[in-house]
């Protein structure tokens, strides 16, 4: 079925250099960071703690708490976590960076253009998602692997190094004789086939000591094998190692303390894998073997399952690996709008046109020319048949993992980031409970690879990798596509300004001077620090409203503005979405919302602020503008009802037709609202 699913590699070679440090230091706007207020969810919680805080210093957690920070914030950011919920950042592993999905090296070398900026967007593809740490079981690439670590954002990056392949096994026989000892160097030396291997590789260099060693050497943190009869045209006809071969690999890794993740999509390969001692078994088991044309699990099969929830194997379903292949024959894949977040347009428009689908042809090949329609109910099958076991597994509190194998093939239906996205759907729509969704996630993926110590979980000492989110993940999947902000090592990403699809200037960097001023101005004006927002201010500062006409209004330095006591009351909180830098002036992007629009039913309102500065690197001016799009509201049907049951109160809320932001009009805005809405049959705000 798979016949080229490989060979699109053949250039590329595994490259086992060292590996670098997780990543490169990031310089920081201030001292810290803490999140407020916020609704605290994390694996080791039995209960999420409501209206938590978190001080964060540098890239680690400092502490975690309901208490109130103590001591002096003057030089932290503040984030107001008010209705929002955090958790841990994401472990994706199973990726295999160096791959474009759906794009081998010869369409690569025809569109440089597309492949590069696939390239680009790709560490902030998997940050959209919210996968701040990534693990890539293989690795072809080293050098690529490094650049993404140098890029201005990315995931912190661990790997397998060079996975041990056994001679002319899988993936080695995708490739030419003459060519696939040199693409796969650390490859186990077998006698039953010695006069296949070429002379030049001595049987001692490549026994499963050494190659363990060369992984440990290269900065691996695991240790990535195989179990594949083989499938498609290959089913059955490869060579797989024996389990003395797997127990001296297994024991080898555990000596360097390397868990071992074993690549197993059969009965038999799971079979071999738990008998064997594999810490980790990657994939489903969709291949069900001579019970195939059984519609339930068998008991041979739970007989298995059983035994890898008895050992605590890892189990990653990529249950994504079959759903990618369905998406060559889904006509509407491709027009998911997620895909604009995490990929190049112009690649996306490749993938539509006949030499983008070429791998769609090649697999239809393998089914010997079936119809589309048939061939996507046949991996539709195969992917509810991964739910059954996972299923089954979730039921019986397996140590289930997170890991979407992005991509699996050179199919354009495991886009970065947004596979993984799907991997935790699947994971739902197949019963897995949302807290073990969370898990499998997390702390799960962290302890299977041994970095518990520092990822996993929100604790003092930490990394402060953390997602905060705008739903709650224990109550739908759907959180995890509702990302407020990434904080990556301690450094604040709006979600917005990591998308594929942002104007390039949203993108800048947040490190920029202009930008760290604009930050500072706000924070110093949060905090009412008059000394610090004079120093920011230019001489005779102004502020415009809608358009930059006439000397505008002076800006007076920090201290309650005419709608501080309003904002306050109405619990106004703002979510900066974007920077863009143009010259000498930064335009911000906040979303605004607060009580009174609650109340109305509105929804977070569009703000835009551009700050002016002079040569001295001082704000001469702010204009404050909104979008043009209109915001739907339930104000006039509101007005109606006022007009008929409380006409008296019209005239003191809005006085000429304009709202009087005083504290005392605010109270009584909200008790009129309120008796509306009970009116309608909504619920009161408080």
């Known amino acids: 079925m798979k016949t080229t699913i490989l060979t699109f590699a053949i250039a590329l070679r595994c490259a086992c250099g060292v590996q670098a440090q997780a990543h490169q230091a990031i310089e920081k706007l201030s001292e810290g960071l803490v999140i407020r207020n916020v609704t605290i969810i994390s694996p080791e919680r039995a209960e999420a703690l409501r209206n938590g805080n978190i001080v964060i210093t540098g890239d680690r957690i400092v502490s975690v ?41 010869m369409h690569q070398e025809k569109m440089p253009d597309i492949a590069e900026a696939y390239r680009k967007q790709l560490p902030r593809s998997y940050l959209y998602f919210g996968f701040t740490t990534l693990i890539d079981l293989n690795v072809i690439d080293r050098a690529f692997i490094n650049r993404i670590k140098q890029a201005e954002v ?66 691996g943190i695991c240790v990535k094998t195989h179990f594949e009869p083989g499938f498609g045209p290959f089913r059955g006809k490869l060579p797989t190692m024996t389990k003395e071969m797997a127990t001296d690999i297994i024991a080898a890794s555990h000596r360097q303390n390397l868990p071992v993740i074993m690549h197993a999509n059969s009965y038999q390969a799971h079979q071999f894998a738990t008998q064997a001692g594999a810490d980790i078994v990657a994939h489903g088991l969709w291949n069900w073997g001579e019970h195939d044309n059984e519609e339930k699990i068998p008991l041979p099969i739970r007989q298995v399952l059983d035994e890898i929830v008895a050992k605590k194997i890892g189990f990653m379903a990529t249950t994504q690996v079959m759903a990618g292949l369905r998406a060559m024959f889904d006509s509407e894949f491709l027009n998911d709008p997620n ?36 061939i996507y109910r046949r991996f539709d099958f195969m992917v509810n048949r991964c739910r059954q076991v996972v299923q089954y597994l979730a039921q019986h509190d397996a140590n289930l993992l997170l890991g979407s194998d992005t991509p699996s093939a050179p199919t354009y239906g495991n886009p970065p980031g947004y596979n993984g996205y799907l991997e935790l759907k699947h994971l739902a729509e197949s019963g897995v409970t949302l807290r073990q969704i969370l898990q499998a996630a997390t702390i799960n993926n962290a302890k299977a690879f041994h970095l518990e110590n520092s990822y996993g979980t929100i604790q003092s000492g930490k990394v402060a990798n953390l997602l905060l989110l705008k739903k709650n993940p224990l109550e739908t999947v759907e959180a995890y596509d509702a990302i407020a902000t990434v904080v990556l090592r301690g450094k604040v990403l709006p979600r917005t300004t990591l998308s594929a699809n942002s104007p390039q200037g949203e993108s800048a960097d947040h490190d920029h001077p202009l930008i760290r001023k604009v930050k500072a101005y706000r ?33 007076k330095p920090a201290g309650k503005g005419p709608w501080s006591d309003w904002d306050e009351y109405f619990k106004g909180k703002s979510e900066i979405e974007s920077y863009k830098v143009d010259s000498n002036q930064v335009t911000i992007r906040l979303m605004e919302i607060n009580d009174y629009y609650r109340l109305i039913e509105r929804g977070p309102a569009p703000t835009n602020l551009t ?67 009970r009116s309608i049959g909504l619920p009161a705000i408080e």
């Open 65 to 105: 708490g309901a208490e109130k920070p103590a001591g002096s914030l003057k030089n932290y950011e503040i984030i107001n976590g008010d209705g929002l919920f955090v958790i841990p950042g994401l472990i994706d592993s199973h990726v295999h960076l160096a791959e474009i999905p759906g794009m081998p090296p």
């Open 154 to 219: 990315h995931p912190d990056i661990y790997d397998c190094a060079c996975a041990l392949v056994l001679a002319n096994g899988y993936p080695m026989n995708y490739f030419p004789p003459e060519a696939r000892f040199d693409i796969f160097p650390n490859f186990i030396c077998d006698s039953r086939q010695a006069d296949q291997i070429p002379a030049k590789f001595k049987p001692e260099d490549h026994s499963p000591a050494a190659a363990v060693k060369r992984v440990k050497d290269a900065g």
């Open 339 to 374: 895909l604009q977040a995490v990929l190049p347009t112009a690649l996306i428009e490749w993938y539509k046109s006949p030499e983008g689908r070429w791998f769609a042809r090649e697999l239809q090949k393998d089914f010997d020319g079936l119809e589309e329609a048939i």
């Open 523 to 555: 924070q110093a004006n949060a905090e009412h620090d008059t000394a610090r927002v004079q120093a920011l201010l230019a001489k005779g500062a102004a502020r415009w409203y809608e358009k930059k006409e006439g000397p505008g209004t002076p800006i």
């Open 611 to 677: 700050y002016y500065f002079n040569q001295e690197g001082k704000i001469t001016g702010i204009l404050v503008f909104r979008d043009a799009t209109p915001i739907k509201d339930r104000y006039e049907e509101f007005e109606q009802w006022a007009k008929k049951n409380r006409p008296a109160d019209l005239p003191y809320l809005r006085p000429e037709g304009e709202i009087i932001p005083t504290l005392d009009r605010a109270k009584k805005w909200r008790a009129v609202l309120n008796e509306w809405r």
